[in-house]
């Protein structure tokens, strides 16, 4: 499939400026890969040392499947140490291992591993640096290294995630460790340009061929650390406000150049729009930047992402990537949401911002038709699906459900705290340029708003499916309004989902009024205030929430407000309380036995002590400022 898209796209190169990406053609080029199943998450052989530092020294020819390179490592043992491991396919050859200029002894292995051995034992704490030199035509297994061609010119490009850039290099890919800083230095011949992450450094002609230096001095993961060579023509931009001012470097194809530079003028207030709701750009010393490649997609290859076009929300997804998935990287491929969800939430944001609330509306309903059109399925993954790269890049559930979900916790929130716990997330030294969990994310937004999200992640991040909700209302004496919820769930592993919940009611005076139930229970009555006669009423009309089939009536009969109280839990042994339908108080409460004596009576409390009954039938008479009513309850 990916490779009929490949091609695809490359016929139709020059049409793809003018049209939208869909999300799926997103996912289709950040998850990169042919095979359906990996037998990659984690490996324990490389997660006994740290990398500080690597110098790539690549030499390649876009015209030609073919690479040679030098890596130089720099790292910590972790544990004592014998061997060293690296990932590397075995399509690709090592040549030589070397530490301090002494060769040392190496095997590749079955499972696409470089092991060397060490010349002593490197003992914890301890720094050392290896040399690997190494050719070959990489795998094409994950299409991590691609050749292709422009307009009859040559392109090469990297694309390494999720599990590719063992195929082009001798690494350590999990997501457990960034490199501290890296220098890449790129060998092509000397007519064609090169890219790669951070600040360029310098460029120097060596005969036929030319040697680009860039130098990126923020820790970066594997995955991340790109390459790409063609003939590009470069334009610079200008961002940000001194001293944090920094370059938009564009290496685009010559003959898009003038249909791309318009586009990519879109940037400049997007980039604005984040800064000014989060932080100032993560890689403000270096650069940001475009290169153009041959997929339809994009992938946030850190300052630097690979576009296929240049559409405003495809630039909006890759550009949010730098701060949620780039300085902040998702700790497993479980938790992939933190990178994908979030980064597809900041484009939704720029269309509410630059477009306005009602293109945010569209903008959410899509994803909601999205989400739903299947009953099933969780925003986090298992340990299996983390294996899946289809899964992992699951444009309905990674995408979509995750930027709902990011969407839903800001209106759970409210606008003030999300924002603030988003900032804090962002500023937490222990994440910031390293690795989170759902859990780190979850801690921050529970610190800055005081709410207890348990409940909300268990429901919406770790579970499955969407609910569909049932609203009835009826109007009450003049100015007030019964609205009663039910719901019913499309998967079984999420018993009840607890969301504040919102509904618009309309008036026969073209009045409106929004409201919002705060529900956590099926048959909630709520009894609200709204100064007009109700005639319709509508289910969250801005689609705040994931949910589908949705139904509201309006009811005419008459009923007995004090239907709504309830008490609980009953049989009691021990604590009876009661619970009151929304804008009714309690007066007092009257306890009878079965000969209607009165046992004892009290006034304004919500919750009682019957410990010291006798065990049996007894009777509550429960007087409001609605009127009263007598329950019936079992004392244990």
Not at 151 to 178: H, I, Y
Not at 181 to 188: G, H, L, R, W
Not at 437 to 462: A, R
Not at 535 to 551: M, R, W
């Amino acid at each position: 499939m990916k490779k009929y898209c490949l091609l695809f796209l490359l016929l139709s190169v020059s049409i793809t400026f003018a049209q939208t990406p869909e999300t799926d053609q997103i996912a289709e080029s950040e998850m990169k890969s042919a095979s359906s199943l990996m037998s990659i998450a984690v490996n324990p052989n490389t997660a006994n040392y740290d990398v500080t530092y690597h110098k790539l020294e690549l030499t390649v020819d876009p015209g030609v499947y073919f690479i040679a390179g030098k890596i130089t490592t720099t790292y910590t043992a972790l544990a004592n140490m014998s061997t060293v491991t690296f990932d590397l396919t075995n399509e690709l050859t090592v040549s030589s291992v070397k530490k301090n200029n002494v060769s040392l002894v190496f095997t590749q292995n079955a499972n696409n591993e470089l092991v060397v051995t060490l010349p002593a034992v490197q003992t914890t704490g301890t720094s050392a640096t290896v040399e690997i030199i190494y050719s070959g035509a990489p795998s094409t297994g994950e299409q991590a290294f691609e050749t292709s061609s422009h307009d009859g010119t040559p392109v090469l490009w990297t694309l390494s995630e999720p599990f590719g850039a063992r195929d082009w290099w001798p690494c350590k890919q999990d997501l457990n460790d960034k490199v501290n800083s890296i220098d890449v230095f790129i060998t092509a011949p000397s007519q064609y340009v090169s890219v790669s992450n951070g600040l360029e450094q310098s460029q120097v002609v060596n005969g036929a061929n030319k040697t680009t230096h860039f130098h990126h001095g923020y820790p970066i993961p594997a995955y991340l650390i790109a390459m790409a060579v063609t003939n590009y023509s470069v334009f610079t931009q200008q961002a940000g406000t001194a001293p944090d001012d920094f370059p938009i470097v564009n290496y685009i194809y010559p003959e898009d150049l003038a249909t791309a530079q318009p586009q990519l003028a879109q940037t400049l207030p997007i980039m604005n729009l984040y800064e000014e709701l989060f932080e100032t750009y993560p890689f403000a010393n270096e650069k940001y930047g475009h290169a153009q490649f041959g997929w339809g997609g994009g992938m946030e290859h850190t300052t630097v992402s690979f576009m296929g076009s240049f559409n405003r929300s495809l630039i909006a997804h890759e550009l949010a990537h730098q701060w949620f998935g780039d300085k902040i990287t998702c700790g497993t491929w479980k938790d992939i949401w933190l990178n994908e969800g979030f980064a597809e939430y900041l484009s939704g944001l720029v269309v509410e911002n630059l477009d306005g609330n009602t293109s945010f509306i569209s903008w959410k309903n899509s994803k909601i038709n999205s989400i739903t059109s299947q009953v099933g399925g969780a925003v986090y993954l298992t340990d299996t699906e983390a294996t899946s790269v289809s899964r992992i890049f699951s444009s309905r559930l990674t995408y979509n459900k995750g930027s709902m979900v990011a969407h839903m916790l800001r209106f759970k929130l409210g606008d003030t705290n999300f924002f603030q716990g988003m900032k804090n997330y962002l500023a937490d030294s222990n994440l910031a340029y390293a690795y989170a969990l759902t859990p780190n994310l979850q801690s921050h937004l529970e610190s800055v708003s005081g709410m207890d999200l348990d409940g909300f992640f268990n429901d919406w991040v770790y579970k499955q499916g969407y609910p569909t909700y049932t609203i009835t209302a009826q109007n009450l004496a003049p100015g007030q309004v019964r609205l009663v919820v039910n719901q019913t769930q499309s998967h079984f592993s999420v018993p009840y989902f607890e969301m504040p919940v919102p509904v618009r009611v309309f008036g026969t005076g073209g009045q409106q009024m929004d409201l919002v139930l705060e529900n956590t229970s099926n048959g909630q009555i709520f009894i609200e205030s709204v100064p007009f006669a109700v005639t319709s009423v509508t289910f969250d009309p801005e689609k705040n929430i994931i949910s589908k089939n949705n139904q509201t009536t309006l009811g005419t009969e008459d009923f007995d407000i004090t239907e709504g109280i309830q008490i609980y839990p009953n049989p009691a042994s021990s604590i009876l309380n009661i619970s009151l339908p929304n804008s009714v108080n309690l007066k007092n409460a009257i306890f009878h036995n079965v000969l209607g004596q009165v046992v004892f009576e009290t006034t304004e409390q919500t919750s009682w002590d019957i410990s010291q009954l006798a065990s049996g039938v007894h009777f509550i008479t429960i007087v409001t400022d609605a009127g009263s009513r007598q329950m019936k309850f079992i004392k244990q």
